[in-house]
């Protein structure tokens, strides 16, 4: 079981920035997993934001965000960044980092608890 661990939310004016982090608890590596960042808002679905391969040679964004965020990873420190630029008030959310993989013979998907981000006008 992997436990994944986002840190980093806040809340940030407007064109401001912020960046968050996921890692694994209890030191497990996720540099065998796939990596996304997904939101959601109060009275909407879960949205995916981007996306980073295990070894962080492709990546994917949303409509919304392409042009601002930024999702990178740096496997030797474990760990996997969405960088935010140009923040609006869209952007408001809990935002989530999804990790699907293997650790040897156990695959699976994993969840991390969430961190709230606030942009305000």
């Known amino acids: 079981q992997v436990q994944l661990v986002e840190s980093g939310g806040g809340s940030v004016q407007s064109g401001g920035s912020l960046r968050l982090s996921c890692t694994a608890s209890r030191s497990r590596s996720i540099s065998n997993y796939a990596i996304s960042w997904y939101r959601q808002a109060p009275g909407w679905e879960r949205e995916l934001v981007a996306t980073i391969t295990p070894a962080g040679d492709s990546t994917n964004y949303g409509d919304s965000v392409k042009g601002r965020f930024t999702i990178s990873r740096d496997n030797h420190l474990n760990l996997v960044y969405l960088q935010m630029d140009s923040l609006k008030p869209e952007d408001t959310a809990v935002y989530y980092c999804?990790?699907?993989?293997?650790?040897?013979?156990?695959?699976?998907?994993?969840w991390g608890q969430g961190t709230q981000v606030t942009v305000s006008s």
């Open positions: 999804y990790g699907r993989g293997c650790s040897g013979s156990v695959c699976g998907n994993y």
